[in-house]
């Protein structure tokens, strides 16, 4: 063979993986755009769909215009309770339909008629539009009078509860509203502007944006940076991180970064904080004396977190193998990449009410064969370079040390969806509110998240915690003593007694 003849076979074979990959690339985008977004696997082997290259699906079928009758021969039973469980957590008033005056005379002799008992007719539940209304203080002050025969001016003032933001209209249930219309239903302050006009109070948004950042500065920070101390002692944290938008930076993309506890631990803490950069530098420092298991996913910048051992996540393994399947068939070998952490994940579904114990030794006896049968099979085949494919057997041949490390304690997840699922409240808001004007407002919405995420993860009522800690920290002596913080946690008896 002629050197010519060598290199016009090597470019032939550079073009047709080239050829490959942009097949690849529009298959991959054209799902994207236009396929169901869900990556669970398809159940019913009836269902058709949209990408399938299936011969035997016939067009002129589906065209033809068929006429089906289903003859139903069951009566379906009417679930009991529906209506009462939905509403079993409403006040209740009664409303009685009686007659009265000539009513309650028999149309025929025009005798009275007696009442011989009642029907419940129905249930229906009532709105109340929320209002506003105006509390004016004042102090009063007394003197004595014996003192004062005396000479001496003894006087004595009522104490006035402080305010969480001095000199100004908003109180704490205002504040609490304020934060749970945009940290809960991610209304943007122009919105909520409109709405307060409607109760009667006009507040621009730019005071509505100070009150904001004021009471998260001022009262929830100290709250948040005392659960984040409680949060370095746990020994199993996840992390995740999404990008974020600040008006006053400089750099185009700004990050929330999610720490967290796990599922299954006594107090939940979740924790939101923005930084400017995505830096390996921010998870050291915010990890700064956690020592444990860290539950993330391929992100590098964990990977420089002293003492933590890194559990790298099987839903991020699986959805690298579910973005390079071809739906036309179902033995390539990203299908079975798919098919073998279904089996792993359907394991956990199993053993999940289990102790840790118990779910060590059952990750052990049924885990343990599918990953070595996995590790086996994803070391046996060549995939061409820069593929979808190639780019899912490199990412879990990468993070092999730490996919295995959830075998190493039955309190260790399979997968960091626990964290995607807590950072996407932060989503949801970007795409409400778009950006925040400044870092101080970015931040101030991180400590908002915290609060409003950690008292649901409690079983709180986020406002009813919200007003608790505005009405009490101002009165607090001394805000800055640990001790002092602590009894005002999510967890705390109290607190629970209050806005369970």
């Known amino acids: 063979m002629t050197e010519l003849e060598e290199e016009l076979l090597k470019q032939n074979e550079a073009l047709t993986n080239e050829l490959s990959l942009l097949r690849e690339q529009i298959d991959y985008l054209t799902k994207k755009i236009f396929g169901r977004s869900s990556e669970q696997s398809k159940d019913d082997k009836n269902q058709i769909d949209l990408f399938d290259d299936d011969s035997s699906f016939n067009l002129a079928e589906t065209t033809e215009e068929k006429t089906v009758f289903e003859e139903i021969s069951y009566k379906r039973k009417k679930k009991k309770g529906y209506k009462a469980e939905l509403t079993k957590d409403l006040p209740v008033k009664e409303i009685h339909c009686d007659l009265h005056g000539q009513e309650c005379t028999c149309d025929w002799c025009c005798t009275s008629l007696k009442h011989i008992g009642k029907t419940r007719v129905r249930e229906e539940v009532i709105f109340v539009p929320a209002k506003m209304y105006k509390k004016v203080y004042y102090q009063h002050a007394y003197e004595c009078p014996t003192c004062k025969k005396d000479g001496v001016d003894t006087i004595k003032k009522a104490r006035v509860p402080k305010q969480p933001i001095t000199h100004s209209l908003a109180s704490p249930s205002v504040l609490a509203q304020l934060i749970h219309q945009k940290i809960e239903m991610s209304l943007p302050f122009y919105r909520q502007e409109k709405e307060w006009e409607n109760y009667g109070l006009r507040v621009s948004r730019r005071t509505q944006s100070n009150w904001f950042i004021t009471s998260c500065e001022k009262w929830l920070a100290p709250i948040w940076n005392e659960l984040k101390n409680q949060l370095i002692k746990e020994k199993f944290i996840h992390a995740d991180e999404t990008h974020y938008h600040v008006l006053s930076s400089k750099k185009q993309k700004s990050y929330f970064w999610l720490f967290r506890t796990i599922e299954q631990t006594k107090y ?233």
Not at 397 to 424: H, V, W
Not at 452 to 464: F, S, W
Not at 469 to 483: A, G, K, Q, T, W
Request: aromatic share 12%; glycine share 6%.
């Open 268 to 500: 939940p803490i979740v924790l939101y904080h923005h930084e400017l950069t995505r830096k390996s530098s921010v998870a050291q420092q915010f990890l700064n004396g956690f020592s444990g298991y860290l539950h993330c996913d391929g992100y590098s910048a964990y990977k420089s977190v002293d003492n933590a051992i890194l559990v790298n996540c099987w839903a991020h393994v699986r959805r690298k193998f579910f973005e390079a399947k071809d739906s036309s068939s179902k033995n390539t070998p990203a299908s079975q990449g798919v098919a073998y952490c279904d089996k792993l994940f359907q394991i956990e579904k199993e053993i999940k009410a289990l102790t840790d114990d118990e779910k060590y030794q059952s990750r052990t006896e049924k885990s343990q064969p599918i990953l070595d049968e996995f590790w086996q099979w994803i070391e046996s085949f060549i995939t061409l370079p820069g593929s979808k494919l190639g780019k899912a057997v490199n990412y879990a041949l990468n993070l092999k040390e730490g996919l295995m490390t959830f075998m190493k304690d039955g309190s260790c997840a399979l997968s960091n969806n626990l964290a995607e699922r807590s950072i996407r409240p932060t989503t949801i808001g970007r795409k409400n509110w778009l950006f925040s004007a400044s870092e101080r407002g970015a931040t101030a919405n991180g400590i908002a998240y915290s609060i409003v995420e950690t008292a649901k993860a409690n079983g709180l009522v986020p406002t009813k915690y919200l007003e608790y800690l505005f009405e009490r920290l101002p009165n607090v002596e001394d805000i800055s003593n640990p001790e002092t913080i602590q009894s005002y946690l999510p967890w705390t008896i109290q607190v629970q007694t209050a806005c369970r």
